[in-house]
Structures are given as C-alpha cells and as structure tokens.
C-alpha cells in the first residue's frame, strides 16, 4: 500500500513531493477481510506520510479494485423538450440517467462514466451534442462499477482513521493516468497492471477507456508455485523471485547458482530451475491475458500495443516473453508528465498513488481554470451523499 503527496510547481509542471508504502494488512486481492487492520494500515501509512512532508493531510484521492469490478456498455434515448429542439446539459444528464438507470442493477456502484458517442437524429458519432439541434438524443456510455459493499467497506476503513475521501478512482484507470500519453490513449493502447493477487486490464481508444477486466491471477501465484516446489515460505519465494527469478529458462546456463537457506538446511539451486519452475505458471498468467485482450472487438485499432506495469514486469526476460505470446509490441510502464526528486518513483509500488495525485491535480486545475465545469465532471459518483446514506 503507498500513498503519495503532489502539487504543481511554479512552471505548472506535476510535482512528487512525497512517496511512502507499508505492508498492507486487513484487504486481499482488493477486498477488504479486516476493516480494523486495514485502517491501521491506511493510519499508519498517512501518518508517516504527513511527517515526511510535515503537512497534514484531511482527503484523499483512494483507488479500488477487485474482481467485483465490472464494465457496462449502456445506451439511453430520450425526446428533446425544449420547443425549439436545441439540446442542453440538462438534455445529455437525462439521458445518462436513463441509461445508468437502466443497465446498472442497485448492489453496483458507480465509478466512473465514460460517454463513447451520442446520435442526434439517427446521426451518428457526435462528441458534443450541448447547443446541436435535434428531437430524439441516444448516448453510448462505458460504465465502470464495483460492488457497492466492497465499497462501503473500503469507505469505513478509510473514514475510520480520520480522512475523508475526495473520489474513489479505479486502479486501472488511476495507473493509466500515471503512464500511458494523451498520444497513446487517443490511438489506442492496453494497460496490463499485474498486481498480487489480481491483474487490471485496461483498452484505450480516442482518448476514452473501451473495455475493462481485472482477472484473478498476479504475482502471488508465481510465488506460490516457487514455495511449494522448493518447499519455503511465502516468503522467502517471493524474496528469491525478485532477486533470480527470469521468466525464459532457455536464455541461462546452469552456471547461475544461489543457495537457499530455511532454517537448519541449505542448498544450492541454478537460476535455470527457478526459472523453469517459473515458466509455466507465467506463461498461463499472460495466456489469460491475451484471452481477455482477444475479445476486444477494437483490437485491430490499437496502435501502441501493451504497456506493462507492477512488479512480475520486471522480471529478467518478462517483456520478450509477453511479445511473444500476446503477439502484440509491448513496452514497460514509467511515469509520464511528472517531476520528482524521489530515486524509486518509477516503482510499481507508486504508480497507481502518482495517478491518483495526477487526477486530482487535474481536476482541481481545471476548476481554477473555468467556472463552467465539463457536465462530465458534474456526473461523478455523489461520494458524501453515498456515505452519507449507509453511514
């Protein structure tokens, strides 16, 4: 778990004043299994944080993911009422509502709402139909939602140690902003995040998020493999994974040799057989991928390939594996558009935090800059009056 503290600098450049991660406890694979570990987690960690800066800290920007996140392609039609037909914000917010309330069942919760298009009068593919003229207005939306009580949960855990929550963004969406380009967004690219316990994967395509899948495989179960045929701890597999582990055995020898150590025993293994013991599982994570990323009708549009992040990406010979079955060009994750003193800010530990920060920055700007904000940002999740009904 990380959390990091941003601002603009004179130059209104984004700027990473602070970073810091714990070990979290109380939440597995994005659900929360403690609410009361996890909030002494979250406390700990914006305690440290606070003294690093020597600022305090009273809201957050919280990211949430989870097998339970789900997409939604909705489509709502309404009349114009207006008698001389010309279309107002009024106009784009019934029909959003139309369609939210119509595909999106009452245990999921809104996340995010992402218009694709909207017709006019059966014409199509209009990006902003406010003061266009026309009787019948259709919109396209992408939707992305959790389970309402997975949020709930995450909610009390946060607000339990005394911070109150600005918005509460999918991971995915959240890394994406960290590093991925305007450029690459609108020409269209896939995010694969691999965390843990779950794996995001995010489709761009003209600068709108297209399709959505966090799946039940990360580095965890890499670990675990490694634990059960060397017979050590979960822990002790994951230390030996990220200092020798290499994702193509092919490409060593059995020259490279470690010794592993559990407590009266040691032995001495060649990083050929980690690697081996490696391969399969790997090769069935990005197996899985490629599945999802297949069913992604606009694929064939995606000019930029994948971007990799999180820590298995990191692993010797990961990149050329992954190229080689997903058959796409593929390329690691840095942090984009942002300044920093701090050595290890391209860690997979911070990317999603420096998202989280570059959204709220941007958002916030954007409010400096004009009193009329986007109607899209007003259809945001009401996140206050949301804690304030079921807390």
Same mark, same amino acid.
């Given at each position: 778990?990380s959390?990091? +503290?941003?601002?603009?600098?004179?130059n209104?450049?984004?700027?990473?004043?602070?970073?810091?991660?714990?070990?979290?406890? @109380?939440?597995?694979?994005?659900v929360?299994?403690?609410?009361?570990e996890l909030?002494?987690?979250i406390?700990?960690?914006?305690?440290q944080?606070?003294?690093?800066?020597?600022?305090?800290?009273?809201?957050?920007?919280?990211n949430?993911?989870g097998?339970?996140?789900?997409?939604?392609?909705?489509?709502?039609?309404?009349?114009?009422?207006?008698?001389?037909?010309e279309?107002?914000?009024?106009?784009?917010?019934?029909?959003i509502?139309?369609?939210?309330?119509?595909?999106?069942?009452f245990?999921?919760?809104?996340?995010?709402?992402?218009?694709?298009?909207?017709?006019?009068?059966?014409? #199509?593919?209009?990006?902003?139909?406010?003061?266009?003229? @026309? =009787?019948k207005?259709?919109?396209?939306l992408?939707?992305?939602?959790?389970?309402?009580?997975? $949020?709930?949960?995450?909610?009390?855990?946060?607000?339990?140690? @005394?911070?109150?929550?600005?918005?509460l963004?999918? !991971?995915?969406?959240?890394t994406?902003?960290?590093?991925?380009s305007?450029?690459? =967004?609108?020409?269209g690219?896939?995010?694969v995040?691999?965390?843990?316990g779950?794996?995001?994967?995010? $489709?761009?395509?003209?600068?709108?998020?297209?399709?959505?899948e966090?799946?039940? $495989?990360? @580095?965890?179960?890499?670990?675990?493999?490694?634990?059960?045929? +060397?017979?050590i !701890?979960?822990?002790?597999?994951e230390?030996?994974?990220?200092?020798?582990?290499?994702?193509?055995?092919?490409?060593?020898?059995?020259?490279?040799?470690?010794?592993?150590?559990?407590?009266?025993w040691? /032995?001495?293994?060649?990083?050929?057989?980690?690697?081996?013991?490696?391969?399969?599982? +790997?090769?069935?994570?990005?197996?899985?991928?490629k599945?999802k990323?297949?069913k992604?009708?606009i694929?064939?549009?995606?000019?930029?390939? $994948?971007?990799?992040?999180?820590?298995?990406?990191?692993m010797d010979?990961?990149?050329e594996? !992954?190229?080689?079955?997903?058959?796409?060009?593929?390329?690691?994750?840095?942090v984009?558009?942002?300044?920093s003193?701090?050595?290890?800010?391209?860690s997979?530990?911070y990317?999603?935090?420096?998202? #989280?920060?570059?959204?709220?920055?941007?958002?916030?700007?954007? /409010?400096?800059?004009?009193? !009329?904000?986007?109607?899209?940002?007003?259809i945001?999740?009401?996140?206050?009056?949301?804690?304030?009904?079921?807390?």
């Amino acid at each position: 778990m990380s959390a990091c +503290l941003g601002s603009f600098d004179r130059n209104d450049k984004i700027s990473i004043i602070n970073a810091h991660s714990v070990c979290s406890k @109380g939440i597995k694979n994005g659900v929360v299994i403690n609410i009361k570990e996890l909030t002494d987690s979250i406390d700990g960690l914006i305690k440290q944080l606070e003294e690093k800066s020597k600022s305090k800290i009273s809201s957050v920007y919280a990211n949430i993911t989870g097998h339970h996140i789900k997409t939604n392609m909705a489509k709502g039609r309404i009349n114009i009422s207006a008698k001389d037909n010309e279309i107002t914000r009024l106009d784009v917010n019934r029909v959003i509502d139309m369609a939210t309330n119509t595909y999106i069942p009452f245990e999921r919760y809104i996340l995010h709402i992402f218009p694709l298009s909207f017709i006019i009068d059966e014409q #199509l593919d209009i990006k902003s139909p406010v003061g266009m003229f @026309g =009787k019948k207005l259709e919109a396209e939306l992408h939707i992305i939602t959790a389970l309402a009580s997975c $949020v709930q949960n995450i909610a009390k855990s946060i607000r339990a140690s @005394g911070i109150e929550i600005a918005e509460l963004i999918f !991971s995915g969406f959240a890394t994406a902003n960290a590093v991925l380009s305007e450029h690459e =967004k609108d020409l269209g690219v896939v995010l694969v995040d691999i965390g843990a316990g779950t794996t995001e994967i995010v $489709v761009f395509w003209e600068n709108n998020i297209r399709f959505t899948e966090v799946i039940l $495989v990360g @580095g965890d179960c890499i670990t675990e493999a490694i634990s059960k045929e +060397l017979k050590i !701890s979960f822990e002790y597999a994951e230390l030996i994974k990220r200092r020798f582990g290499c994702a193509n055995p092919r490409k060593l020898n059995n020259d490279e040799r470690f010794v592993i150590k559990d407590g009266r025993w040691q /032995k001495g293994i060649t990083r050929r057989y980690l690697s081996e013991i490696i391969e399969p599982t +790997l090769n069935d994570m990005i197996s899985q991928i490629k599945s999802k990323i297949d069913k992604v009708q606009i694929l064939k549009r995606v000019t930029f390939g $994948v971007v990799f992040t999180g820590g298995t990406s990191l692993m010797d010979d990961f990149l050329e594996v !992954s190229e080689d079955i997903l058959g796409m060009p593929v390329r690691l994750g840095m942090v984009k558009d942002v300044i920093s003193n701090i050595q290890n800010i391209n860690s997979p530990d911070y990317l999603t935090s420096i998202g #989280l920060v570059k959204y709220g920055l941007l958002k916030k700007h954007k /409010k400096i800059q004009t009193i !009329s904000l986007n109607f899209f940002d007003k259809i945001k999740f009401k996140w206050k009056e949301f804690i304030e009904e079921y807390f």
